[in-house]
């Protein structure tokens, strides 16, 4: 099985964000950029599969600050192959961007079994990066996957439904999935191996092609949350309290 | 026999009734009690030599386990086989009987305190045996999950704590006293102040910074910092068997310290000690370093005192200052000279001191111990201290402050305070007030 894990770039939360000049991204000049959480469940999951079931696991990311760490990090895990695109503009890159540039360059790489990223990352404004590179390719996509089981040549997949409520179901054929979580944490790297890969294997390059976005939201001001008011504390038995909460709704011209 | 918890009680064994007969004379003897291996061929030969011994013997540094011939010297001594079952003679008989040392528990226990090593007849050295044989399983990716966390974030950040590599001289601010950035003044200095991670991150650290730069100050050392640019040495994570990642911090570290003039490094920390002292010279990187306590006990005739402390004090020999680089005198010194405190030891000092618990990786491993101590090194070491009736435990290695800190609430005594000796100096030399 081929899979394809996609990943991301984000700036670290250690770091006190600030908002930049332009008020429509974040000061990216003094953070460290670290890769998106959800996306290690991916390419762990893909690790897993590939060692049950054997086949290829290539990362892909676009040109971000630190990204080359974490696709080294990516080949000292196991994955045999590693792609930049290239050429992108710096700064904040919206999903739908990013999901037609994946796409471009899945297109390109011609036959894959599955393409795998995380279900949503902390700069995600503007859609979950799975459903667009499904849509924009006409390849079936499952959100928020915990796991994704080699089943023959297809996946049995397990997603979270709201409430509690797990589906399951089998994915023959091409698939994009949004993963939540792996079955196990992300393994560990040791850095002797990611130093190994830094020396002995290279990063593949893909330069961005042009992609219209077409119409869509725009990011107009960035700013902190501004804490103001206090939380209000409603007494009384449920009846009442859901009383009160619809006069408050009200009060506030939230509903007619 | 398994691991942890309390110290095991005998079980009650059913005796057995056995005959053995002569197979020359046919005489039968009556050997009844509980059925004893000594009775069949050795046991050694049921076990493979080359998956046990023999594969920690090929490793760099591993030879030694097998040296072990049983004397039991080393036992006693472990500070970790006081609350568990643990020591040299003990890793090597299971090893020995089949115990896959690489992926068992046992081989996160050890905390490279040395004190085996001190009295062991055989040379077996646990210093150099456990990180090779923890380098074989954290490149087989077998790490503790808190161990890995550690890691991850020192190859990210260049400190354990996974704090902001840009807010490592943030402590600089409630110091008092002008504390200079070379990355900002990069004039030459005497002494580069190697502040390290707790030190520099850990509130309680901070503390104790801020007091070991007014006591340069007021003694009129010329010293500065790296600021930013400072990356923890990582002895403690080499000894936890990430060699990679020592390998990257002494090139990051050595080619920082190449950007200055200092004529010596002066740390807090023993175990920044400990590698400077011995491991970056064998990778051609020899400084001048000093521990704190060693710039400044030769300083104390320069010390004008004004407070005077009056209290009983004992005081814990970290491992990497005293067993492993045989200092245990200047701390003492300057505990000594400051007015009013009535220094007394405790039953296990100096060569045959305790160990917290925190050296070669253990102060990450609290967790994944917890199953296999009845009670932290810590914890035991702060009943200890609180024995002697002691109202301060003086320490001057800055993993102790918060394992002691806690220990002492865990263990219902408070009222022990734990304090760096140079918090201790520069309250008795005046503190902030007077600087
Ligand atoms: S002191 Fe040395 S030789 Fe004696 S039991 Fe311990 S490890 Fe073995
Ligand atoms: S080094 Fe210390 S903890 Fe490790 S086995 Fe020896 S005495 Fe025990």
């Not at chain 2, 502040?195 to 520099?200: A, F």
């Not at chain 2, 400084?287 to 004004?306: A, C, G, R």
Request: proline share 5%; with cysteine; hydrophobic share 40%.
């Amino acid at each position: 099985m081929k899979i394809i894990v996609g990943m991301r770039q984000l700036a670290d939360l250690v770091e006190e964000l600030e908002v930049a000049d332009s008020e429509v991204d974040i000061d990216r000049d003094f953070v460290k950029f670290v890769s998106n959480e959800w996306d290690e469940a991916a390419l762990e999951e893909a690790l897993l599969i590939k060692e049950a079931v054997g086949g290829e696991v290539v990362v892909v990311a676009l040109d971000e600050p630190d990204v080359d760490q974490t696709l080294y990090s990516a080949i000292a895990k196991g994955a045999d192959r590693a792609v930049k695109i290239v050429g992108v503009e710096e700064g904040w890159t919206p999903t739908r961007l990013r999901a037609q540039l994946l796409a471009k360059w899945l297109e390109s790489e011609g036959s894959w079994d599955a393409f795998f990223t995380g279900v949503q990352a902390a700069d995600d404004l503007d859609g979950q990066l799975a459903g667009l590179v499904g849509a924009t390719l006409g390849v079936p996509h499952a959100a928020v996957v915990s796991k994704a089981e080699p089943e023959g040549s297809s996946l049995r997949i397990t997603q979270e439904l709201g409430g509690g409520t797990l589906a399951e179901s089998i994915a023959t054929g091409k698939v994009v999935l949004g993963v939540q979580a792996g079955r196990q944490a992300p393994r560990y790297a040791p850095i002797t191996r990611i130093r190994q890969a830094m020396s002995t294997s290279s990063i593949e390059m893909f330069e961005a092609p042009e992609v219209d976005l077409g119409p869509g939201p725009k990011v107009r001001k960035i700013y902190p949350p501004q804490s103001k008011g206090q939380a209000t504390m409603l007494d009384g038995d449920p009846v009442e309290v859901a009383e009160k909460i619809v006069e408050l709704i009200r009060a506030k011209g939230l509903v007619r | 026999m398994p691991i942890g918890g309390k110290k095991q009680s005998p079980v009650a064994v059913e005796l057995e009734e056995a005959v053995v007969v002569s197979e020359v004379s046919g005489r039968e003897w009556d050997v009844s009690g509980a059925w004893n291996r000594m009775f069949e061929s050795r046991v050694l030969t049921d076990y493979s030599y080359a998956k046990g011994l023999g594969k920690i013997a090929q490793l760099d540094g591993g030879e030694s386990l097998e040296y072990c011939y049983g004397c039991g010297k080393c036992v006693p001594v472990c500070p970790v086989d006081l609350v568990s079952e643990y020591g040299p003679r003990k890793i090597h008989r299971k090893v020995q009987t089949g115990l896959d040392l690489f992926s068992a528990d046992e081989l996160w226990m050890c905390t490279t305190c040395g004190n085996c090593l001190r009295v062991c007849p055989k040379g077996v050295n646990m210093i150099e045996i456990m990180p090779a044989v923890r380098e074989v399983s954290v490149g087989d990716a077998k790490v503790p999950d808190e161990l890995q966390g550690i890691f991850e974030k020192t190859f990210r950040y260049g400190n354990a704590l996974g704090e902001n590599p840009r807010r490592r001289h943030a402590w600089t601010k409630g110091a008092s006293v002008p504390v200079r950035v070379l990355s900002s003044d990069p004039t030459p200095v005497d002494v580069l102040f190697y502040v390290e991670d707790y030190w520099s991150y850990h509130p309680r650290g901070q503390q104790a910074a801020q007091a070991f730069s007014r006591t340069m100050t007021r003694l009129g050392v010329d010293f500065a910092i790296l600021g930013a640019e400072e990356k923890t040495v990582g002895d403690s994570q080499r000894l936890a068997g990430e060699k990679g990642l020592f390998d990257a911090l002494v090139e990051d570290v050595t080619a920082t310290l190449g950007k200055y003039e200092f004529q010596r490094i002066v740390t807090p920390d023993p175990h920044a000690f400990n590698a400077l002292v011995k491991e970056y010279p064998k990778r051609g990187f020899t400084y001048d370093v000093l521990h704190y306590t060693q710039l400044l006990s030769p300083l104390i005739e320069k010390m004008n005192f004004v407070n005077s402390i009056d209290k009983k004090v004992t005081f814990h020999d970290p491992c990497y200052l005293g067993r492993h680089n045989g200092e245990y005198d200047a701390p003492r010194r300057l505990l000594k000279a400051i007015p009013g405190i009535d220094l007394v030891e405790m039953g296990r000092c100096k060569e045959n001191s305790y160990c917290c618990g925190g050296g070669g990786g253990g102060m990450w491993l609290d967790g994944f111990n917890s199953n296999h101590l009845s009670e932290r090194l810590s914890e035991r070491r702060v009943r200890e201290a609180a024995g002697t009736g002691a109202e301060i435990l003086a320490v001057c290695c800055p993993y102790e402050v918060s394992r002691f800190e806690d220990a002492a609430k865990s263990t219902g005594n408070e009222h022990l305070r734990v304090v760096d000796i140079a918090e201790l100096l520069d309250e008795a030399l005046g503190g902030v007030e007077t600087i």
